[in-house]
Every structure is written in structure tokens, then in C-alpha cells.
């Protein structure tokens, strides 16, 4: 898969880096031992962070930024990194979809970055492009129906959008059957260290759970950068 950062991007957050992780995986409805490392980790982080601080993270502030300067408000289309990590915060309980869904979610808490997951076989063509979403753009959230896409970053497949920093798209999404993973790291803070650093987690919690070799994944961003 080749990613592309637009020049509208570009132009909003010259210093943006991504991560384009891609693995062959085995999904399941429940790991009892993924359940295990979720509660440990997020018990612990409970400890660190309030709710107000958290927009103090570099990877979440820069993520509202770049939806401001997009002319979405961040906390009414609320980046799912931080919907995450503010749920965790308030005392609730993730929401259990499944193994691969779930560790993804996993990954973004633990580093603040939105993160998209999605079934490569699904998406059209072997291009992605990062791009602002515009009025009137058909986009279908995942258990959300139609939303309204404009000023949203969105990656878009052939056919259309496939994943934005509040929601991924119906069309692509994982499920049981997924057997070839392709994940997607906003790095809107341009730190790629810890860009790269979230992705090799995730190949860790890949191995771990999902009978997986972790796959591999490239760093893509600006051109400026």
C-alpha cells in the first residue's frame, strides 16, 4: 500500500508523520489475556492523567489543532484517541468488540495518537490518500450511519473515504473474517519517534494476540518534513 499526504494537509501541519503498519492476522471475539493487559494498563493510567490534562498530550493537542485549523470543533467530532482515553479517565469501561478492534484501541491509549484500523481487502486499489473531507461527502462511521465529513482529515481509498481521526468507514472495517490487517498512526505532533515507537507495540500486541508475526511498516509524511 503507497500513502499520500495532500497538500491541503500539507499546508495545515507541514511537520505530520504517519506509520502504515501492514500484518497477516488471525482475529477473535475475546482475548481473556488482551482483557488482562487492558485492565493492568489502564488502572495504571488513571493515576496519570485527568480528563483536562489529557488535551495537554502533544499527540492529542496537535490532533485538535489540526481539527481546528480544518474548521472542525474537536469536541463536538471528538478524535477517538481522546474519546478513548477520557472514557478510561472517567471510570467506564472500554467497549469489548474484538481482538483486533480491541487492541488497536489499546495502542491509541497508550500513546494518544488516533489510529485506524481496517481490513486491506476491502479497500479498493493500492493508493491511500490523506486528504480534508468536503460538503456533502457520502461517509458512513462505523455504528454511526452518515456523518458529515467536511473539515475532517479523511483517507480515501478508489471509492471514497475509509478512515478519519473520529471514525472509520463502514466499508472497510474489521471483523471476524479479517485475516489481512493494514493499520493506519497520526502522528499530527510530527514526533516520529513515538510514531514509530506505537507501531512496534502494536506489533508486539499483534504477536501476542492475534497469532500474528507483527508484519512490517513504513513512515510516511509531508513533504516538507
Aim: with cysteine.
Amino acid at each position: 500500500m503507497k500513502v499520500i499526504v495532500s497538500d491541503e494537509i500539507e499546508l495545515i501541519c507541514p511537520e505530520f508523520v504517519g506509520a502504515c503498519l501492514e500484518a497477516d492476522v488471525v482475529n477473535s471475539q475475546y482475548n481473556s489475556d488482551l482483557w488482562s493487559e487492558i485492565g493492568t494498563f489502564t488502572e495504571k493510567f488513571r493515576n496519570k492523567l485527568t480528563t483536562e490534562t489529557l488535551k495537554e498530550l502533544t499527540s492529542i493537542s496537535a490532533t485538535r489543532r489540526v481539527y481546528k485549523a480544518c474548521g472542525k470543533d474537536p469536541s463536538r467530532y471528538r478524535p477517538a484517541s481522546e474519546a478513548l482515553i477520557r472514557r478510561v479517565l472517567l471510570g467506564k469501561e472500554l467497549y469489548q468488540r474484538d481482538t483486533l478492534v480491541d487492541l488497536v484501541n489499546l495502542a491509541s491509549i497508550a500513546y494518544g495518537y488516533s489510529i485506524g484500523g481496517f481490513d486491506a481487502d476491502k479497500i479498493e486499489g493500492t493508493t491511500l490518500t490523506l486528504g480534508i473531507g468536503r460538503e456533502g461527502e457520502p461517509y458512513e462511521g462505523i455504528g454511526r450511519g452518515q456523518i458529515n465529513i467536511k473539515g475532517l482529515p479523511v483517507y480515501r481509498d478508489e471509492l471514497g473515504g475509509i478512515g478519519t481521526p473520529t471514525s472509520d468507514n463502514e466499508r472497510t472495517k474489521l471483523s471476524l473474517e479479517t485475516r489481512h490487517l493494514l493499520v493506519l498512526i497520526n502522528g499530527y505532533d510530527g514526533n516520529c519517534q513515538r510514531v514509530g515507537e506505537n507501531a512496534e507495540y502494536i506489533q508486539s500486541l499483534l504477536r501476542n494476540y492475534a497469532r500474528s508475526d507483527g508484519g512490517t511498516y513504513f513512515f510516511y509524511r509531508s513533504s516538507s518534513v
